[in-house]
């Protein structure tokens, strides 16, 4: 991460696990950041973060946060305040696509599709990235290089879109691209050297993928560590030629 001097200082939110948890600890050890603040709604009692406080005492910090809630959002942003006066990596790597009760699933069929559903996939995936610029935004307006990088989904390009299904979460994914496409509009004018990304991890094994990934082949399906060092790879290498861009985990860019 040789483009952030040392003493930077990173937000996670959607931290707390998968490849959010796992960027927390390659941040971590990198050596180039004095802080990494992680989120989620377990952050209080997420092991592994937990886990990860322990072995970086002040330097990991867990922060509560659900974005279904915009005030959670605005506490985030106070919580940082109070240590740091500016953040120079955010990372949006929150994202749902089935729930652990299995009320939200991915549709298959128009029959599938309720507003319920819809909205949480929207909350989490499409308005939880754009709020929390909204929030950050005076942490990120510092004059210094720093990076807003969204994990989106290559299912969220609607150019790329053949097979179709996943309505929620592919539709909650490109809006989120479309807010990052317009941040990066705003930030142009408000902070200049503020590079504005949205990524895909590549099919990861993570719990989010975990119902879906009899069909991919061994070699398609990645790890956590692999998946957040070549997306780490891309934040650090990235300048004003991929702001406002929609890239994968190898680089390419992705159509809209
Ligand atoms: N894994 C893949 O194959 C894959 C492929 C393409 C794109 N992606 C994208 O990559 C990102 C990371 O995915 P992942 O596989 O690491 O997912 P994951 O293991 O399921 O982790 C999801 C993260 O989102 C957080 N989150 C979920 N609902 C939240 C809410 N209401 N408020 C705050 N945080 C919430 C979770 O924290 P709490 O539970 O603590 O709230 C957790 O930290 C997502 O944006 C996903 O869409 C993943």
Known sequence: MGSFPPGSVAFVQGGTRGIGLEFVRQLASCGRFARIYASGRSAADAPELLALVRQWGERVVPVPLNLAWERDIENAAATVRRRDPAVHLLINASGLLHDAANELWPEKRLEDIDAESLLRSFQVNAFGPVLMAKHFRDLLCHGRRGVLASLSARVGSIGDNRLGGWYAYRAAKAAQNMFT????????????????????????????????????PAEKLFSVEFAAERLLGIIDGADEQHHGGFFAWDGQRIPW
Not at 195 to 211: E, I, K, R, Y
Request: aromatic share 6%.
């Open 181 to 216: 496409r317009t941040l990066a509009v705003e930030f142009s004018r408000r902070a200049p050297r503020l590079v504005c990304l949205a990524l895909h991890p590549g099919t990861t094994d993570t719990g989010l993928s975990q119902p879906f990934q009899a069909r991919v």
